[in-house]
């Protein structure tokens, strides 16, 4: 018997209509407040949203994988997982804005944080999404909330630059990942990714191989940019230093976790049963890897000749998004956890350097990596919080990064793929150079202003947070991997029948 509409358990999508109505709620508001009027309790009222739907995600864990709205939408661990990443950057984020984007830099504040919603209701519909149309709007709903995100400070001509820039580029990636999701639909006559997933390995022992690989080619592109892999990345540097540094840091792992969910989606669901009968071997290991490698040189490679502190971070994020498509590219044994592991861990370390960016930025009036001179001598804890984060980050012994990159390590070598083992090791001894420009600077260089630093409460809460979960996570390694191990991956890529 087919379901209506109102025979759905809608509370599994709680988290989504939380946000949702929040932002529809501040949107009004702010249409009838006075221009005068701080709007920074709306960013509160926003902030109590995302924690509301992060406690509904953290109490669905564990339960069956539900299918809604035509089997187009699908709540299952792997999808509560990545929502459960996306709120909490989300959340770390909005804790950030409240003290660093005054009226002066962002005029329509009220805006910002409803268009900040908005991107993370994106990210979470493409975690969820079991159809090429919802995945789609998804992707879209984040990235057009994206570019105007960019662009929120009107006054300011690198931001506009870089969100023209953002809106043209994203433009045509979406483009390439659209033109190859017209050759799925059109081979397997649907848009459901598991109709897709039966049909296309018919369409592949047909004699449509061709056309097989061609979409996988145009989604891999497309996918390219969203993660900001080399050679898709000319985009971030520009982009993530126009941004304000809330959104910049935002876009680095918000948006990069997101993409992840849906390269996972696609690939491991769509493409499964081609990739099963020796597609991926041929195809698609080796092209990724060919991203990962890339990704990982050019990054880290440019970022040596980086002075400002936000574009070195962007190469620096270019170069994550290499480690991170490593467990993928090579399909080694728990690669769904090594991978939720990095994230995890880039999610902390990553927040808490721009965290501390924006402390010295906002005191400084500076970005660049010379700004951080005599941050020791000026805030001690700072600067030791800075490096902790700093030397996660270049992945030395013992810290988060450090276990994020040896289990990928692992899986490359498992795999017997000894060339990208041999670069993920040279690119991270390289990494060493540039992340420790910044503790030359706080430790050995003189600050030309001896005045103690002023640190507002909320950043100082954010960057504890991030250096406590980033110790956490390097001290309790095999723990986290085992939680991580307990969670029912398989079942998000298995069709369901009829739900009940």
Do not use: C
């Amino acid at each position: 018997m087919e379901k209506s509409i109102i025979h759905y358990d809608w509370t599994v999508m709680a988290p989504e209509l939380i946000l949702v109505a929040a932002a529809a709620l501040m949107t009004l508001i702010d249409l009838v407040m006075k221009e005068r009027w701080d709007r920074r309790w709306l960013g509160a009222l926003g902030l109590a949203a995302v924690l509301a739907a992060g406690a509904f995600v953290v109490t669905s864990f564990g339960g069956k994988p539900y299918e809604i709205l035509g089997n187009t939408y699908r709540v299952d661990d792997f999808a509560l997982t990545f929502k459960a990443l996306i709120l909490g950057g989300t959340a770390l984020v909005l804790l950030l804005s409240f003290a660093h984007l005054g009226r002066e830099e962002v005029q329509d504040q009220g805006e910002y944080y409803y268009l900040l919603l908005s991107a993370a209701l994106g990210g979470m519909i493409m975690a969820s999404s079991a159809d090429l149309i919802t995945l789609f709007v998804g992707l879209e709903l984040l990235s057009i909330s994206s570019y105007i995100l960019v662009g929120v400070r009107k006054k300011r001509t690198e931001s506009g630059e870089a969100a023209w820039k953002y809106v043209i580029l994203g433009g045509a990636s979406s483009a390439f990942i659209l033109y190859g999701m017209s050759f799925l639909y059109g081979m397997a006559g649907s848009t459901n990714l598991f109709v897709v997933q039966q049909r296309l390995a018919e369409a592949y022992l047909q004699g449509y191989e061709s056309f097989v690989y061609l979409s996988l080619f145009l989604m891999i592109v497309g996918f390219g940019f969203k993660v900001a892999s080399a050679p898709f990345h000319t985009w971030a540097p520009d982009v993530y230093q126009g941004a304000p540094t809330p959104v910049t840091g935002f876009l680095a792992v918000v948006s990069k976790i997101a993409a992840f969910a849906f390269v996972f989606r696609i690939l491991i669901v769509a493409y499964l049963q081609p990739f099963q009968m020796g597609m991926w071997l041929e195809i698609a290991g080796p092209l990724l890897l060919i991203l990962a490698g890339t990704s990982m040189i050019v990054g880290n490679a440019v970022a040596l000749r980086q002075t400002n502190a936000k574009r070195l971070l962007a190469y620096s994020s270019i170069a994550h998004a290499g480690y991170l498509l490593v467990p993928l590219a090579v399909w080694g044994f728990s690669f769904f956890e090594s991978t939720l592991y990095y994230l995890l861990a880039y999610l902390l370390m990553t927040i808490g350097a721009f965290a501390v960016l924006m402390i010295v930025e906002k005191n400084e009036k500076s970005e660049d990596i010379a700004a951080f001179a005599g941050l020791y001598q000026r805030s001690p804890l700072l600067a030791v919080a800075m490096t902790i984060l700093l030397v996660s980050l270049a992945g030395i012994p013992v810290t988060a990064g450090f276990f994020g990159k040896f289990y990928i390590l692992v899986n490359a070598l498992s795999s017997q793929k000894l060339w990208i083992a041999l670069i993920m090791i040279a690119t991270t001894v390289v990494s060493y150079f540039y992340y420790f420009e910044f503790i030359r600077q706080m430790y050995f260089r003189p600050s030309p202003r001896g005045e103690k630093l002023a640190i507002p409460g909320l950043t100082a809460a954010v960057v504890l947070l991030a250096v406590l979960g980033t110790v956490g996570l390097g001290v309790f390694p095999q723990n986290v991997l085992q939680f991580l191990g307990g969670i029912q991956w398989d079942s998000a890529f298995v069709q369901m029948g009829p739900t009940q």
